[in-house]
Each structure stands twice: as structure tokens, then as C-alpha cells.
């Protein structure tokens, strides 16, 4: 099997729900964990994104196929560049999350973005693949990534055309069929398309 290592684009930490977690007030669990002895940044950022970070997760994990001593998936953050999704993240670094832009054209975002993909690149076999889970037709993402990776970033065609909730669905159904997406490299892609049909729905 191909080395890969699957990169996550963020969650919106701007939404109503990021503020509902730091809410001091907040009764559920995982914001009192965030709120006192942090929680991993996975298992945050799909509270704050739900169907389609729960999907980013559930696919990286079915087909995971990290090179020795490499996780299986990162997930890049404004800030802090890549962090693997089981790291314990505080309320005091989810607001400085929050507060640097996903921006390519702002240094805090992507110094540290390119920091650890170079990093990435340099201490994984030469075959591995970047497969990027997340908006291509972005540059916000693409635009650093490709500088470090090159032809080697690539992603899930079957992107193409869809919209993030329709993005997650297509994860969550294809990890729990345990049928993997054809990948294509980012480099001279048609990013931007028709959206494809409704996905049907899945058997029960």
C-alpha cells in the first residue's frame, strides 16, 4: 500500500458554536473538558463543524496508511500549522486559533503551515502521498501546501463540484462501505465543477 498522510482543512473557530464551547456558562461535557483540562483538537473541531469534520475524521481513519513513526492525518490550524487530531487543545489556544485569519497572505497562518509541511515532506519515504480533505478550489490551502508538496498533493476528485456538507456525507459513506476515493493530483485539476447528484441514501 502507498504511504499517505491525509491532511484536514480546519473548522470555522468563528461559528456560534466555538462560542457556545467557550461560553464560562456552558453545561455540556466536552466544553467544561475544553474549559479546564483541554480536549483533542478532533474531537473539537467536529463539534464546531459536525457533519463535515466527522467525516474528514471517519475517512482518515478507515483508510489510513501513515509511513512508520508519521501519523495517519494532521489537521492544518491558524497558528500552530499542523497538528496531528488527538492533541489536546486549551480554551487558551482555540481563541488564539481564532484569532489569525486563514489567510496565505498573512505570515501567523502560513509560516507555521509551511513550517511543518516541510517538515512533513522531509521526514517521510519519497513516495509518500498528501492527500488534502478539505476545499481545493481555495487557495487559502492549496496555494502553501503546493509549494512544499508539488506534484505530490493531491485529493479526492470526487470533490469536485460539491459543497462541504456534501463533501462530509460522501466521507461518512464511503468509510462506513469501506470504499476508498480515487485520488488525483491537485496540480493541473479541474478544481472547479457541476455539482454531481444528491447522494442517495444509505442503506439501513
Known amino acids: 500500500m502507498t504511504p499517505r498522510v491525509f491532511l484536514l482543512s480546519p473548522a470555522n473557530p468563528g461559528g456560534v458554536r466555538f462560542r457556545m464551547m467557550l461560553n464560562p456558562a456552558a453545561g455540556f461535557e466536552l466544553a467544561q473538558r475544553v474549559q479546564t483540562t483541554g480536549a483533542p483538537l478532533g474531537e473539537v473541531f ?3 463543524s459536525g457533519l463535515y469534520f466527522r467525516g474528514k475524521l471517519a475517512y482518515s481513519e478507515a483508510f489510513a496508511a501513515p509511513p512508520a513513526g ?3 492525518s494532521v489537521v ?3 497558528g500552530f500549522g ?3 487530531p488527538h492533541t489536546h487543545v486549551t480554551i487558551e489556544s482555540l481563541q488564539a ?3 489569525i485569519p486563514i ?3 498573512d505570515p501567523r497562518y502560513r509560516t507555521p503551515l509551511e513550517r511543518d509541511a516541510q517538515l512533513l515532506l522531509e521526514t517521510t519515504p519519497p513516495g509518500t502521498q498528501f492527500v488534502l480533505l478539505g476545499s481545493v478550489a481555495s487557495e487559502k490551502y492549496v496555494e502553501p501546501l503546493m509549494k512544499i508538496f508539488g506534484e505530490r498533493l493531491l485529493f ?3 470533490f469536485v463540484g460539491r ?3 456534501s463533501r462530509g456525507g460522501l466521507m461518512l459513506r464511503c468509510a462506513s462501505e469501506q470504499t476508498e476515493l480515487p485520488y488525483v493530483p491537485v496540480l493541473g485539476a479541474t478544481l472547479r465543477g457541476k455539482r454531481p447528484p444528491r447522494l442517495p441514501k444509505l442503506r439501513r
Do not use: E, K, W
Open 103 to 105: 489567510d496565505a497572505a
Open 97 to 99: 486559533i481564532a484569532g
Open 70 to 72: 508519521t501519523h495517519a
Open 163 to 165: 459543497g462541504d456538507m
Open 76 to 78: 492544518i490550524t491558524s
Open 46 to 48: 467536529q463539534f464546531i
Open 156 to 158: 479526492p476528485v470526487d
Open 82 to 84: 499542523l497538528i496531528p
